[in-house]
């Protein structure tokens, strides 16, 4: 998820892919928030024993390549992002991503969650909110790295080593509920380092041969199918990675070969460019509103089948449409006049390099 998905923020800047490669990231995002969606929609029913085996299954299957696709996605931003003024690096990340996340999370938790404003676990977690959380801490911990670094691209790989380290000594403790956020960052923080890494590797990986790729394909393919049975092969551990890993090098190789090509209908292709551009709208909101859905369910003792559906189809369509009235709620994702600010930092920005003296050449 860009910061706050802002399409014209994600536009800015050299390092960041642009242009046409925008419009395979958009729609990766795009594929993969909705992915996010039908996860909870599945899950919060089978939690409460009306699920459906065959559609909770298929998203066991999927589910060690969502949440790392996102974060990976996110990371391939972050080079653009370290290039800017410190100031406007802060700026952004608290109009796009502090703000968002505190307004939804304390709405959900005061107007919605069970567990009250009481819920400590709650506040220190963020429930389904914990991707930004994990985000914002991705984002301190890159510009805490910043100053010694000469060469982006060579600390960004040490950096996800450290992190998968890390995760190796905190993983058997995964059950503890105060390391929870903790356990996701250190996790999934890897995949947000790696894209920032990679992302001058892109072009070329496009070009690599099919071979290779369809290799590629069946390990993650394979994996995914072991995985439905034993959690670990799932997510959040060292056994996960790879399969995380294979499934994200494929679809950075087919996705931009799917627009290219235009190898789907352009209404299918543009509806998901557009979910990407969106991304931040579809995953604050989808969960609030499969949570209404699903307490309208209990009560009319829906059975499983329409209990599912109902969160599934009803949950997609209600997010997509209030993503769809982001023009006229711009406020719950962004900080309120956010450009007004950005437009001042870059004005100071401007005025202190133009009164800065040319550097003196030394006499010959």
């Not at 040490?158 to 403790?173: D, Q, T, Y």
């Amino acid at each position: 998820m860009r910061e706050g998905a802002s399409a014209a923020t994600a536009r800015a800047g050299t390092d960041a892919p642009a242009g046409p490669r925008m419009d395979w990231m958009d729609a990766l995002r795009g594929v993969a928030v909705l992915l996010v969606v039908v996860l909870h929609a599945a899950g919060i029913p089978r939690a409460n024993g009306a699920g459906i085996e065959a559609w909770t299954e298929l998203n066991m299957y999927l589910e060690p390549f969502r949440m790392p696709l996102l974060m990976f996605l996110s990371g391939m931003l972050l080079p653009r992002s370290l290039s800017k003024p410190v100031s406007h690096y802060l700026w952004g990340k608290f109009a796009a991503i502090v703000w968002p996340l505190a307004l939804w999370l304390v709405s959900f938790g005061v107007l919605i969650y069970h567990g009250g404003p009481g819920d400590l676990s709650y506040w220190l977690n963020g429930d389904y909110l914990w991707f930004l959380m994990a985000l914002v801490l991705c984002y301190a911990a890159a510009l805490a790295l910043r100053p010694g670094t000469t060469a982006l691209a060579a600390w960004m790989l040490p950096a996800c080593a450290a992190l998968i380290g890390g995760l190796m000594l905190v993983v058997r403790h995964a059950e503890l509920t105060d390391l929870l956020l903790l356990n996701r960052t250190l996790y999934y923080g890897a995949f947000f380092f790696l894209g920032a890494a990679a992302v001058r590797l892109v072009n070329r990986w496009v070009k690599a041969p099919v071979a290779v790729v369809m290799v590629l394909a069946v390990y993650a393919g394979t994996m995914s199918h072991l995985a439905v049975d034993d959690r670990a092969l799932r997510l959040g551990s060292l056994y996960a990675a790879p399969t995380a890993l294979a499934g994200i090098a494929v679809a950075l190789w087919v996705a931009p070969r799917i627009c290219r090509l235009r190898m789907m209908p352009d209404a299918l292709l543009d509806f998901l460019t557009w979910c990407g551009r969106n991304s931040i709208v579809i995953y604050v909101a989808h969960f609030p509103v499969i949570i209404l859905i699903h307490r309208l369910m209990r009560e009319l003792g829906a059975s499983p089948l329409a209990y599912v559906t109902a969160c599934t189809v009803g949950g997609l369509i209600i997010t997509l449409l209030i993503a769809a009235a982001r023009p006229w709620t711009p406020w719950l994702y962004v900080f309120p006049r956010a450009a007004v600010v950005s437009a001042r930092l870059s004005a100071r920005s401007a005025a202190r390099a133009s009164e800065t003296p040319a550097p003196t050449l030394p006499p010959r």
